[in-house]
T-cell receptor
C-alpha cells in the first residue's frame, strides 16, 4: 500500500518570496506522483505530475516539483509566489501497476497563505 | 465542456434521513470515484468504479452505497445519515492512457452535506 505525508499543515509566506511545500511518500512499488491545488470553495485541479522520464516537472504557472526516489520525496517549489497562489495543495501517489485499479492516495494538504 | 458535475451542491439532512448525490461526467472516462474531504484529513476514498456496472470499496465505505448503471453517472447514497457523515463530497473521474489508468483525476466542485 502507498501513503503520503505532508508535514506542514500551513505555510505562511510573503509575496514574491520563494516557497517549498514538502511531500514524502511510502511505497514498495514504483509510483506516479501528483500535486493538486484547491482554491477556496472549489474542487481540486491537477497542478503537475510525475509519471516517468525527467524527475523535474513543471506547471504552467511557475511551480516545479522534483521526484527524488532515494529520499522518497516530491517537494513542490516556486521561486516567487503571488497572492493568487493562496490555496491548499495536496500531494498524491498511486502505484505504477500499469493496471486497471490504480487508486490515488492523498496527503492531508498544506495551506499556502501568501501575505502582501 | 462541463467536465464533472455534482448535484446537489449543498444539502442539510436530519439524522436518519436518506439521500443520493449524483455525479455526471461528459468525458467518456472509464473510472469514477467518490471522496470525502474533512479538515486535517485530506481526501479519503469512499467507493470507486472501474466501469459501467462495477463498483468497489475504498478506504471509508461504511454507511455509503454506490451505483454505476451508466458509464457517465456515479451515484453515492446515504441510507441513514449520521452526523459523522457531515463533510464535503467530491466526485472524480479518470481515463485510460494506452491501456493504463495513470491516476490523473478530474474533480467536480464538491457537494457540502450537513447532517444535524
Amino acid at each position: 500500500a502507498q501513503s503520503v505525508t505532508q508535514l506542514d499543515s500551513q505555510v505562511p509566506v510573503f509575496e514574491e518570496a520563494p516557497v517549498e511545500l514538502r511531500c514524502n511518500y511510502s511505497s514498495s512499488v514504483s509510483v506516479y506522483l501528483f500535486w493538486y491545488v484547491q482554491y477556496p470553495n472549489q474542487g481540486l485541479q491537477l497542478l503537475l505530475k510525475y509519471l516517468s522520464g525527467s524527475t523535474l516537472v513543471e506547471s504552467i504557472n511557475g511551480f516545479e516539483a522534483e521526484f527524488n526516489k532515494s529520499q522518497t520525496s516530491f517537494h513542490l517549489r516556486k521561486p516567487s509566489v503571488h497572492i493568487s497562489d493562496t490555496a491548499e495543495y495536496f500531494c498524491a501517489v498511486t502505484a505504477n501497476y500499469g493496471g486497471a485499479t490504480n487508486k490515488l492516495i492523498f496527503g492531508t494538504g498544506t495551506l499556502l497563505a501568501v501575505q502582501p | 465542456n462541463a467536465g464533472v458535475t455534482q448535484t446537489p451542491k449543498f444539502r442539510v439532512l436530519k439524522t436518519g434521513q436518506s439521500m443520493t448525490l449524483l455525479c455526471a461526467q461528459d468525458m467518456n472516462h472509464e473510472y469514477m470515484y467518490w471522496y470525502r474531504q474533512d479538515p486535517g484529513m485530506g481526501l479519503r476514498l469512499i467507493h470507486y468504479s472501474v466501469g459501467e456496472g462495477t463498483t468497489a470499496k475504498g478506504e471509508v465505505p461504511d454507511g455509503y452505497n454506490v451505483s454505476r448503471l451508466k458509464k457517465q453517472n456515479f451515484l453515492l447514497g446515504l441510507e441513514s445519515a449520521a452526523p459523522s457523515q457531515t463533510s464535503v463530497y467530491f466526485c472524480a473521474s479518470s481515463y485510460l492512457a494506452g491501456g493504463t489508468n495513470t491516476g490523473e483525476l478530474f474533480f467536480g466542485e464538491g457537494s457540502r452535506l450537513t447532517v444535524l
